[in-house]
Every structure is written in C-alpha cells, then in structure tokens.
C-alpha cells in the first residue's frame, strides 16, 4: 500500500504534523497555556462540580502555572520546544478550563498578548459551545482574517444519557448550532471526543464519529477516559463501577472510529498523556507513545487507514448504481 497521502511519515491517518507543515512550509509546535478562565460549569452559572472528569486544572492534562503570567507562560514553552526544533514556529495554546468564558475586552488583552510574541502563527482556543457569544463570534471573526486561529469545541458524546452521567450541561442542539456558526465564518473547527465513558458500547462511541464526519469538521481529538484522583468521576467510579477500556479494546476503538472519518480531517490527537502521579485508571495510559506505535502497527497489520470504511461504501453505491442502470 502506498504511504497514507495525509501524512509525511508513515502514519495512515491525516496527521496534525503534516497538517502543519503544509500550511506553514515548516515545523509548529503548540504551547499550552493557562489563562486563569473559570468554566460555567464550576462557578454555579450551571453547576458547581464541573464535567466529572475534569481535574484540578480544568482538564484531563496540563498547561501552564496559572499562577505565571502568559508571557512567561509561553517563554518557558518557547524555550523547551526549542531544545528540540530551533527554527519552529509556535501556536498558542489556551487550555485549561473555558478559554471564551470572559468580557470580549479580557478575552482580546490575552489572546493578543500572545500573538504579539515573536515566531508566533496562530492560536488555538478551548472552549464549551454554550460559551460563545455573538459579540465573541464576532471578535473571533476579525481575529481570524490576521492570524491561523483554530476554536477547539469540547462534545465528548452525541449521545444525551452520558452527557448527563458526566455533567456537560449543554445538549447536542446547543453544540450543532454553535458548529454551524463558526463554520459559517470559516473559522478553523476541532471537535474533542471521549472514549470509554461510562456505559459506552463501541457502536456508540462509532456513531459520534460518524456523527461528526457528517457536519464537515477540519480536524478532531480523541481522547481515553482517565479516571483522576480527586475528581467527581473518582467518587462515581467507586460508587458505580464501570468498565474500562482495555489498551486493546481502546486501539480497536481507535481504528475503527478512523475508517468512519474523511482523510481531509486533522487527526489532532489519538489518546491523552496522564500524569501519573494524579491517574486511578487505566494505566496504560500513561506510555502514551507504546499506544500510539500500537495504533500504527495494527492499521499496518489490517491494511487499514482513515476513511477506508467511506472508500468502501462510495465504492459499493456506485456499483450498484450501475447495476441499476
């Protein structure tokens, strides 16, 4: 088979490296940062004990320290990237918690501070899809025609019974509609997904993607479900055990949910990175790199790559259709 053609490695999906590197003609790393934001969803505007997963620093991983200010944030960044990539170029990455969820006016001092930094090609921002307004769409339009900007939308599930077991507080309607507007602005989309959250079958967890792959999304995360010490899910998970994904189970998941999605779609990421020290469960999550070769090593042993599935069925529609005829 001939190298995946989304992919400057041998990878058999649509890279965020070769993505990138495209767009840019050179290597970009991503910074992450912590603005200091609150969430609707910890400051009793909807709840107060946030997505249950969530961990001290408003997600399953880690920015910077809040308690530093973004500039020396993104140096100290800046300065580890360069260890590695002398000559990169860098996007901001704001993180932790709702990075919408704030006055326009504090939203524009902190984005912009960022990208006045040299080398500096973009930003990328997290946020709830109940947690833009129109004057912030409108903001984020303005700041998409002079940087690469990137909205990362958190959904995790299509399917309404989990959303309410981990307390995302918003509907699917709610995420559609908000999807619809920033791609009305043509503002770059990445969709974050879970799998294994509680209850999950693997049907359920491939109809998301299918879902997604439908409404044209540029790129998307794929994260495993960890269960953190001092989380909600932690209590959850003790008084309710649930299965959880086996690396196994999880790189089958994986695969299959890539044969659903087109190859024009970033595949941003495959699995989270835990840190140890804070993890209950699964374990294997932390060697994020072996799940990773693993993924790469069973597409190659099934001769498989991302939008095999959809090749297949516009393959079998057309011989039917000339069939038909």
Not at 25 to 53: E, H, M, R, W
Not at 259 to 284: C, F, H, S
Not at 297 to 309: A, D
Request: aromatic share 8%; charged share 25%; glycine share 4%.
């Amino acid at each position: 088979m001939k190298s995946f053609p989304y992919s400057n490695t041998n990878k058999r999906y649509h890279t965020l490296d070769y993505f990138y590197k495209q767009k840019f003609k050179q290597k970009v790393c991503k910074i992450s940062l912590n603005a200091g934001f609150t969430c609707p969803n910890i400051d009793g505007t909807l709840s107060k004990n946030g997505c249950i997963y969530c961990s001290k620093t408003g997600s399953g991983e880690y920015g910077g320290n809040p308690n530093d200010d973004l500039i020396k944030q993104f140096n100290e960044g800046k300065k580890l990237m360069n260890k590695k990539w002398p000559n990169a170029k860098y996007i901001g990455y704001f993180q932790a918690r709702t990075n919408t969820y704030a006055n326009v006016k504090i939203l524009k001092e902190k984005y912009e501070s960022i990208l006045k930094q040299k080398d500096v090609v973009g930003l990328s921002i997290a946020t709830r899809p109940d947690c833009i307004t129109d004057e912030c769409l409108d903001y984020l339009e303005k700041l998409n025609k002079k940087t690469f900007l990137t909205i990362e939308l958190g959904l995790q599930t299509i399917h309404e019974k989990t959303s309410k077991i981990i307390n995302r507080c918003h509907d699917l309607k709610c995420f559609e509609e908000t999807l619809k507007k920033l791609q009305k602005r043509n503002i770059f989309t990445t969709v974050h997904i879970i799998n294994g959250l509680p209850n999950e079958t693997k049907e359920m967890m491939i109809e998301t993607v299918k879902y997604l792959n439908k409404l044209n999304i540029d790129a998307i995360k794929i994260h495993m479900l960890c269960i953190l010490k001092n989380t909600p899910l932690e209590k959850y998970y003790q008084i309710k055990p649930f299965h959880v994904l086996t690396k196994e189970e999880y790189v089958d998941i994986v695969i299959s949910q890539l044969e659903y999605l087109n190859p024009k779609i970033v595949i941003q990421r495959l699995t989270g990175d835990p840190m140890k020290e804070d993890l209950i469960a699964p374990l294997w999550t932390v060697k994020k790199i072996d799940v990773l070769n693993t993924i790469d090593k069973e597409m190659v042993r099934r001769n498989t790559y991302q939008g095999k599935r959809l090749l297949k069925q516009s393959l079998n529609q057309k011989a039917q259709t000339n069939t038909n005829n």
